[in-house]
Structure formats: structure tokens, C-alpha cells
């Protein structure tokens, strides 16, 4: 009898657990919404801007709910004991160097990339919208025109550079994911 009700009991438990984890909690949702950003609020989205945002958006959560966590950020608790002084002192910069680069990748992530990306939208809109009006107008050999494809390109290669900075920033990520933990 004591048998049956303990596994009674824990398939209640594992029952409200479950429940709870897909309705409340929620651990299995990577939410792709930028808090910060403009970037994407719904709709169809291409699968590198997916990778990027919900890896981004784990590691925000992660800094903001979670982090310092149990980690010695300041490397003071370890026992020297454990270690030769240099082995010591080589790790401690380690671990304080993956510290300053989790707090960079926050920076970027919930302000200069947010930045980036507004001056780009305002870069594009303005030199798109200008630019078919006067095509339309059939006006194509002024000067206005020129400086507007100008504009253009210009607009395309800062776009380059914000995806490739996008490209460095994941690889970052990536390099600190062994201390995302609590």
C-alpha cells in the first residue's frame, strides 16, 4: 500500500511539474521577440537572424535573472593550496578576462547593436524612399539621383559590417557558453 501511494504521489508531482514548466515557467520556449531591439517583433523571421537572436536572448535572460549565479567572478574563494601560483594566477586572469567579455557581449546586445541597427533603418528609409521617388519621377540623371544610389551603397555596406559584427558577437557567445551556468 505504501508502494502504490509514493508512486501516486510522484506521478502528481512529476504531473504539476509538467503542467507547470508548459504553461507557467516555460523552460522549452526560446522567446525570438528583442526586448530592446526593433529588429523583429513577429512574423516570418530566416533561420541565421533566429540562431542569432535566441542565443542572444538566453544570454540576456541569463545576465539579467541568473547571473553571478555561484560563480567567483573575482576569483577570491579558490584555495591556493590547489594550485602552483602561476597556474593560479594564469587562471584568475582567464576567468576575470571571460568575465569582461560576458559583460561586453551584454553592451552590444541590449545597446550598441540597437544603435547600429536604428541608424541603419533611418540610413535605409531615407535613401530607398528618395531614391524610387526620383526613379519613378524619371529624373535619373541628376545629381540628387547620384547622391542618392551613393547613399545606397553606402547604406548596403554598412549593412555588411553590422552582420559581420553579428558573425564576431556570436562567435564571442559561443566562446563563453561553458560559464552561463548557475
Known sequence: MKRIFSVIKAWVIQAFY???????????????KLRNHRVYDWGWIDADHKILIACFNIFEDFMTNEYPGMIDWDYESVDPDNYEPEDLARIKK???????????????????RKQRHNFADELLVHAYKDYFEI??????????????RLLRDIAGIYMQFIEEQDNEMLIKLISVRESLWT
Open 94 to 112: 582567464e576567468h576575470q578576462e571571460r568575465h569582461a567579455l560576458m559583460k561586453q557581449l551584454l553592451n552590444w546586445w541590449t545597446t550598441e
Open 18 to 32: 509538467y503542467i507547470r514548466v508548459h504553461t507557467y515557467n516555460r523552460y522549452h520556449i526560446v522567446n525570438l
Open 135 to 148: 526613379q519613378d519621377s524619371g529624373k535619373i540623371d541628376t545629381d540628387e539621383f547620384a547622391d542618392l
